[in-house]
């Protein structure tokens, strides 16, 4: 119970949170048996996670389960100043990360890394800005010129890119997982749309971007 102001403010916890936090409980207790029903709910978000910095699905499972396996591992270090979620996925991007440094080493610098995090980055022009169809993302051969293109984006771009408007995260959920600022996953994330942008216009014959598409609030995917 909290006193704001004169009110009283009651904080509630939900059954699900309280069933998470009896499992943990049991868990560390040793009961590991219970660990699957304890991390099946986040089964999906751990592989986006780790599928948004591998961009392969079996390197991405591998990555998946080992991140599973060193949960189980130390689950006796787990304390509960964060929740159990952010926990877990943050032991899963740590483990796609290290995958990627020691086996997919970027021979070429990928576009934006070089920019510090307060740097700038200008759009092009392109001459013809017409609304994206809706319908254009259905076909396979967009959703691959876009997968193409996000390869090309510096980690820290596309991480936040594939978590917020592919998996729909919210910004507080991206920050939390990848240990970052709310302002600083906005920053990011607008970069890498501008990124996109300018690396698929081009190539989409008329070009099927606008720049009302990347106001705030909209998003052309």
Do not use: C
Not at 27 to 41: D, K
Not at 52 to 59: E, Q, T, V, Y
Not at 112 to 122: A, F
Request: no cysteine; net charge negative; charged share 30%.
């Amino acid at each position: 119970m909290l006193i704001v102001d004169g009110t009283i403010s009651v904080k509630t916890v939900s059954n699900e949170e309280t069933h998470e936090r009896e499992l943990i409980r049991r868990i560390q207790n040793g009961e590991r048996e219970v660990f699957y029903e304890l991390v099946r709910p986040y089964e999906r978000r751990v592989y986006a996670a780790v599928f948004a910095i591998l961009r392969n699905p079996a390197d991405s499972e591998d990555a998946a389960q080992e991140a599973f396996l060193k949960a189980f591992a130390h689950m006796h270090q787990f304390r509960s100043e964060s929740r159990f979620s952010t926990w877990l996925i943050q032991i899963a991007i740590n483990e796609a990360r290290m995958r990627r440094r020691r086996e997919h080493a970027e021979i070429m610098q990928p576009i934006g890394e070089h920019q510090d995090e307060e740097g700038t980055y200008t759009p092009r022009e392109f001459p013809d800005w017409r609304e994206i169809p809706s319908e254009s993302l259905e076909r396979a051969e967009v959703r691959e010129l876009l997968w193409e293109a996000l390869a090309s984006l510096g980690d820290k771009y596309r991480e936040i890119f594939v978590l917020r408007d592919l998996h729909q995260w919210s910004i507080e959920e991206v920050a939390e997982a990848l240990g970052i600022s709310g302002a600083s996953v906005k920053t990011r994330l607008l970069r890498a749309r501008l990124m996109l942008r300018d690396l698929l216009a081009p190539k989409m014959s008329g070009g099927w971007f606008s720049r009302e598409s990347f106001q705030k609030g909209n998003k052309p995917w």
